[in-house]
């Protein structure tokens, strides 16, 4: 199940009062809007200040996300909110989406955790507009024209900072393969797999 349909049910049960609706809804997507607050805020402690700020917004108001014509995008958006009142307070001269801080892929397999350190440093070379589109795209699964409205800009300026990222990555982990004995090789795809995938858009579930 995605999370766009996994956050889609638990917010139609949120909308009609599960009391366990709002536990779920933290356990579903914390990890996942942890990451991209660190994105923005380059900073672990702001990041979970961020997620905290987010779901306790929504805690007071849940019917504003239960009546959200797309509940994942809605909540990424609060997240991005309150990260950036944060970024703002600290550093007002910093730009809004930064280089990635660190980069923790979500269920890394054992065998790919040997690649994580090239992959962070790859990743920490992106431009800032260029991380956060890959980590949209890539990992939560936005399209072009949803994070194009996230981050105001055109679709068009969306997918041209995708497929730029893409050929500084797919250039930065060839030669982390290429280093690597050839039975290796497999284990470094599996941890970045969908970096020579199309960036051809795909309709959610």
């Not at 996994?6 to 139609?12: K, V, W």
């Not at 990890?31 to 990041?47: E, H, I, K, M, S």
């Not at 609060?78 to 990260?83: F, L, M, T």
Request: hydrophobic residues 45%; proline residues 5%; neutral net charge.
């Amino acid at each position: 199940m995605s999370i766009w349909t996994q956050i889609r049910e638990i917010t139609t049960d949120l909308g009609n009062d599960d009391p366990t609706a709002m536990t779920r809804l933290y356990d579903a997507s914390a990890p996942r809007l942890l990451r991209y607050a660190v994105t923005l805020t380059r900073n672990q402690a702001d990041a979970e200040d961020a997620v905290q700020s987010a779901l306790v917004r929504i805690a007071r108001r849940p019917k504003l996300l239960a009546a959200a014509d797309r509940p994942w995008a809605y909540l990424v958006r609060v997240v991005r909110n309150e990260a950036l009142k944060i970024v703002e307070k600290r550093r007002p001269v910093l730009s809004l989406a930064r280089i990635l801080h660190a980069w923790r892929p979500l269920n890394c397999p054992v065998e790919a955790q040997e690649t994580r350190a090239q992959v962070q440093h790859a990743v920490r070379r992106l431009p800032g507009e260029q991380a956060e589109v890959i980590v949209l795209k890539i990992w939560e699964e936005f399209t072009f024209a949803e994070i194009a409205e996230l981050v105001g800009e055109s679709p068009n300026t969306v997918a041209s900072r995708y497929r730029y990222a893409l050929e500084k990555l797919e250039r930065a982990l060839h030669g982390v393969a290429a280093a690597l004995p050839h039975e290796r090789h497999a284990s470094v795809a599996s941890s970045v797999p969908t970096l020579h995938s199309s960036s051809q858009e795909v309709d959610h579930a």
